[in-house]
């Protein structure tokens, strides 16, 4: 048996969304002890992983548990079958190959590619390969972890190694109190970077009323946010119309993650759905990057 806290640590699940799907579907539903402390079983673990990645693959938790657990397993197989890429080398890489040799492939696939294709070629269809290997039974929570985390490393550095001229747009990418997830984001930084951009990236989440201030405070000329399918899709909309608000008209703001797949009109919020639309954002928001801004050698 496992508390609350360790359930959402491990899983990524935090604790408020956990007694809210608790609360609206009845699911998970702990035991209790005499202090009304919540406890979880391995099998109820179990079935809120395969819940987290149908999150991460972009369905709704609505939808989600009104499945039976064996409907929601073979949909994440589906799901994940669907999109795993047919790479026999990044197959092994995710699934066997020692941790190690793992590290040195990675960073190998990093220099002889350039970040554009490592992000789109490697970490992005790794990412599913990891679902993929999870789903299958042939990978740990704790490889999948180590894979995202350095892959999350690697991009921090490049980010650091990229330079950028001081006058490029300047750019604030940040996590909103509740969103756990900050690889795509790091993703869509390293990007914005390679377009010609400044990309600051905060490491730790913020509450929506500091975010404003602090944009103006760092002259930032745009404002992008992440939400992934965890995060509820309502009070993503919400707090996105709030910040635009806030936020003084010439600093842009931009969005992405699973929570916002179902596009909707924001006014003065621009949605980026996937990666590639990142040089056409660039172009629209601040016009062509320069030659010779893309990857440094």
């Known amino acids: 048996m496992i508390n609350i806290q360790q ?4 899983l990524g699940i935090g604790i408020d969304t956990l007694r809210v799907w608790e609360r609206r579907y009845g699911c998970p539903k702990p035991q209790r002890d005499r ?6 079983t391995e099998e109820q673990r179990q079935e809120l992983g395969i819940v987290r990645k149908l999150q991460d693959l972009g369905e709704r938790p609505g939808n ?3 499945l039976s657990p064996q409907q929601r397993q073979r949909l994440l197989e589906k799901r994940v079958t669907d999109r795993a890429p047919a790479d026999d080398d990044l197959r092994q890489l ?17 220099s002889s590619s350039g970040l554009y294709d490592f992000i789109h070629k490697t970490a992005v269809p790794l990412l ?18 180590f894979i995202s985390d350095l892959i999350e490393s690697m991009l921090q550095a490049e980010l650091r190694r990229q330079a950028v001229a001081e006058e490029a747009p300047h750019l ?7 969103e756990r997830h900050r690889l795509g984001l790091l993703m869509a930084a390293a990007l914005f970077q390679l377009e010609g951009c400044r990309s600051r990236l905060i490491q730790e989440h913020l509450p929506l009323n500091e975010v ?31 910040l635009r608000r806030k936020l003084p008209a010439q600093i842009k703001l931009i969005a992405g993650g699973s929570a916002l ?5 924001l006014p003065g919020i621009l949605l980026c759905s996937d990666l590639h639309q990142i040089p056409d954002i660039r172009k629209h928001l601040f016009g062509a990057a320069q030659q010779g801004q893309k990857e440094q050698p």
């Open 128 to 145: 599913h390969l990891l679902g993929y290997g999870w789903v299958e039974g042939s990978i740990s929570i704790a490889r999948e972890h």
């Open 212 to 242: 404003a201030p602090l944009a103006k405070e760092l002259a930032a000329d745009a404002v992008a946010l992440s939400f992934s399918g965890q995060y509820p899709e309502l009070k993503a909309k919400k707090e996105l119309v709030e």
């Open 7 to 10: 359930l959402s640590q491990e």
């Open 172 to 178: 604030l990418f940040l996590n909103l109190s509740g």
């Open 94 to 110: 995710a699934l066997t190959l020692p941790i190690v040799e793992l590290t040195i492939a990675l960073r190998h696939r990093l």
């Open 35 to 40: 202090h009304g402390h919540r406890s979880y």
């Open 64 to 66: 989600i548990f009104a």
């Open 261 to 265: 797949k179902n596009k909707v009109y």
